[in-house]
């Protein structure tokens, strides 16, 4: 009845070890899947800006940057080389670190919600800020856990 007892809770210990210790199914697809989520507006931004550059231009410009042109441009650079370094896994640390500080200095310029007055675009600018924030947050993330995507 004892070695039945030990058997029995070696096996349900054995079933719950799976997500509680860290394994979970297909951790290299999910893994993939969310730094996809995390690169897919840095994607997007910089293929619309690849292919609609003066729009870009102007949106840059209306930021204030100096040399618009440039910066939009390496912009387009930091977006789609940063995800892509990300997404291949090759240098993936230094791409998520790139694209953390790019994101840290566009959200600056982009959504100083602090220096508009009480309205729904203050609001719309202070949400789009922490948004920011938590792509940030993923970023760095990455650069702490690496390339350690496999199950364990």
């Known amino acids: 009845m004892l070695m039945l007892g030990i058997l029995t809770r ?3 210990q054995s ?3 799976g997500w509680e210790a860290g394994r979970l199914p297909f951790r290299p697809v999910l893994a993939w899947l969310g730094m996809l989520g995390l690169c897919a507006a840095y ?3 910089g293929l619309d800006k690849l292919f609609g550059p003066a729009a870009a231009i102007a949106e840059t410009a209306a930021l204030h940057v100096p040399m618009p042109a ?17 997404l291949a896994g090759w240098h993936r640390r230094l791409g998520a670190l790139w694209l953390a ?3 840290a200095v566009a959200n600056m310029l982009a959504n ?15 949400n789009g800020f ?14 702490i856990q690496g390339s350690s995507v496999r199950n364990r």
């Open 70 to 86: 440039l910066a939009t441009a390496a912009t387009v650079v930091t977006e789609l080389a940063g995800s892509l370094m990300v």
């Open 43 to 45: 994607l997007q931004g």
């Open 130 to 143: 922490f948004e920011h924030i938590g792509l940030i947050g993923g970023f760095v993330l990455i650069v």
């Open 112 to 126: 100083a919600w602090w220096s508009v007055p009480a309205g729904p675009l203050r609001t719309a600018m202070e």
């Open 10 to 12: 070696r096996a349900m």
């Open 101 to 103: 500080a790019f994101t």
């Open 15 to 17: 079933r719950a070890v």
